[in-house]
């Protein structure tokens, strides 16, 4: 026996309005959502980011060293650039308050380099823990309070360090382009290594007294991005401005 079911237009109509409705509410809520969640944390625990998608974040690390930190924020002055991320050791912070000041009142952003500049992955889960609270009560107590940002103070991390930063409240930044300054392969070369930057990379550069050369590569790092129209942005307004890269980590 056939059985045979009439359907009006009007019916038809309607259940279909009601399915692309139901369609569209899914995919607004699924985006809204997405764009809620906080960008280095995921279902399988968090991640370092080492890339954005857009714009370009240029990072210095400061460890240790008393002479090359002001040439550098002299040679961004003068380049007029308003915007840079600054990691600092803790212990490196205490013995240079000025410097750190002026870091701040040059407008640039503050990020975490742990306090004693020791390799985490080859400390135990409790003293990575007090080298991190270390670290933000140094920067406390010269009224820094608002670090969002660490980066691994010798570039190593693993699972572990990532949980317990994210534990403390911070968001683990590594690169994606490396200047190799510190190994002082000249100005050209160091303008040369940062030059295949593109948009929504993050850039190491350093600070420190290892970094002679640093100083002088500045100008010509800046007019390579500039020539590729690329917008200088702090870490976290890399971050804000749209989807980032994440890598995980064994």
């Not at 993050?202 to 600070?207: M, P």
């Amino acid at each position: 026996m056939n059985f045979f079911y009439v359907l009006n237009s009007k019916s038809v109509k309607q259940v279909l309005l009601v399915v692309i409705a139901a369609f569209f509410t899914a995919l607004y809520l699924f985006w809204g959502n997405l764009s809620l969640s906080p960008v280095f944390s995921t279902k399988d625990g968090p991640k370092a980011v080492y890339r954005g998608e857009k714009d370009i974040a240029l990072t210095f690390n400061i460890g240790w060293g008393d002479e090359k930190a002001e040439p550098i924020l002299d040679a961004l002055k003068k380049e007029n650039v308003k915007a840079a991320t600054f990691f600092l050791a803790g212990s490196w912070a205490e013995r240079h308050p000025d410097i750190v000041s002026r870091i701040v009142k040059d407008g640039f952003e503050i990020g975490i380099l742990g306090f004693a500049y020791e390799d985490y992955t080859e400390l135990e889960d409790v003293n990575i823990g007090k080298d991190i609270s270390k670290a933000k009560d140094a920067f406390r107590k010269l009224n820094i309070n608002d670090i969002k940002l660490l980066r691994a103070p010798t570039g190593h991390f693993d699972k572990r360090s990532l949980k317990i930063a994210e534990r403390y409240g911070y968001s683990v930044v590594h690169w994606s382009v490396d200047s190799k300054d510190w190994t002082n392969p000249g100005t050209n070369e160091i303008i040369k290594n940062v030059k295949k930057a593109d948009k929504g990379d993050i850039v190491l550069l350093h600070a420190s007294d290892s970094a002679k050369q640093t100083a002088a590569a500045v100008p010509g790092i800046l007019q390579e991005l500039r020539s590729k129209g690329l917008k200088l942005v702090t870490v976290s307004e890399l971050i804000a401005n749209g989807s980032v890269d994440t890598k995980e980590i064994e």
